[in-house]
């Protein structure tokens, strides 16, 4: 399989499910504002979406968007527990929250690193992803995790959407000691480590 990704980007989600699932891969970067590959190749031949991720697997098949992305790889390894079953009850719970990342919380973060949008609307999304926070903030109450006790796909891309806030935007989490445990327990996984080494973005996990 191969990862074409971006660091820091939301790629970083399957990147992290690729290492906790310990599949085969190689990475590609891709710079997204060029549209081209390190080789110079037009990444839009690649996926015409122009978008990380994307996962070409072996077979030829280039398979888009990150929540189906991961999902794909946790069930080629079952026996890890990176999803639940298919067709069971915590199957479709990680279904709603990973459709509440990247509809509530990715794209009210996504726009706020155009360096076109006005102060006035990133504070928009600012307040309103914070609101989404804090519904998180009461949800992790005594989990590990957003499934409980299992760590699953979906955490990765929870995190990928933390460091976004936090790091890079600068959102104020600290009133929030759920949420903070939380990323701190996720980035202290070995495996999430890797990938933040891979990617370059150590120092912005501290």
């Given at each position: 399989m191969k990862l074409y990704y971006t660091p820091g980007a939301c790629s970083l989600s399957p990147?992290?499910?690729?290492?906790?699932?310990?599949?085969?891969?190689?990475?590609v970067k891709v710079d997204l504002r060029a549209k081209k590959l390190e080789n110079g190749d037009d990444f839009l031949a690649v996926n015409p979406k122009g978008q990380v991720p994307a996962l070409a697997l072996d077979s030829g098949e280039l398979v888009t968007e990150g929540p189906i992305i991961i999902q794909m790889i946790a069930d080629k390894v079952s026996a890890k527990n990176l999803a639940p079953a298919r067709d069971s009850a915590e199957r479709y719970k990680l279904l709603e929250w990973l459709n509440f990342i990247t509809t509530e919380l990715h794209k009210n973060l996504g726009p706020?690193?155009?360096p076109v949008l006005k102060d006035d609307a990133k504070a928009f999304f600012k307040d309103r992803t914070m609101g989404k926070f804090?519904?998180?903030?009461?949800?992790?109450?005594?989990?590990?995790?957003?499934?409980?006790?299992?760590?699953t796909v979906a955490d990765g891309y929870l995190f990928t959407m933390l460091m976004w806030a936090t790091d890079r935007l600068g959102f104020d989490l600290s009133g929030m000691p759920n949420l903070?445990?939380?990323k701190a327990r996720i980035a202290a996984r070995p495996k999430v480590q890797e990938a933040l080494?891979?990617?370059g973005l150590m120092k912005a996990a501290a």
């Open positions: 990147h992290i499910a690729l290492l906790e699932a310990g599949l085969p891969y190689d990475l706020m690193f155009s804090k519904y998180l903030e009461t949800q992790l109450a005594g989990r590990d995790y957003l499934m409980g006790k299992q760590f903070m445990a939380y080494k891979k990617e």
